[in-house]
């Protein structure tokens, strides 16, 4: 049984700053690769970031790139999405997800590539 819990949404103002933690729990090793997707109301799910196992490889979406920055502590099985300069098509549920396997950049977009996701956390932006 793998769990996927993330933690740390809430409300932020335009132009602030939150980070978001995903913590791995159960049968999951370090060396899955991990990433964040986001689901706004109306939306489809989409890609965010990625990061394979040993955090050497980083992957972001043009909408996130030069705000988001993803990391990941393997001693803690917790990885974390620092997100600054927030706008106001950032508001969405945030997924973490787990792929046994590292990604290229394509592929880590796609959300059927992940075997694991956990329930999202809430993100709002204020203007």
């Known amino acids: 049984q793998v769990q996927l819990v993330e933690s740390g949404g809430g409300l932020v103002q335009a132009g602030g700053s939150l980070r978001v933690s995903c913590a791995a729990s159960?049968?999951?090793?370090?060396?899955?690769?991990m990433a964040w997707f986001r689901q706004a109301p109306g939306k489809e799910r989409e890609f965010v970031a990625y990061?394979?196992?040993?955090?050497?490889?980083?992957t972001y979406t043009d909408a996130v790139q030069g705000r988001v920055t993803l990391s990941r502590d393997n001693a803690k099985s917790t990885i974390y999405l620092q997100m600054n300069s927030m706008k106001s098509e950032d508001p969405a549920v945030y997924y973490c997800?787990?792929?046994?396997?590292?990604?290229?950049?394509?592929?880590?977009?796609?959300?059927?590539?992940?075997?694991?996701w956990g329930r999202g956390t809430q993100v709002t932006v204020s203007s």
């Open positions: 159960g049968s999951i090793s370090s060396n899955y690769a």
């Open positions: 997800t787990a792929s046994p396997t590292s990604l290229d950049r394509n592929a880590a977009a796609r959300s059927t590539e992940y075997m694991y």
């Open positions: 990061i394979n196992w040993w955090g050497g490889s980083r």
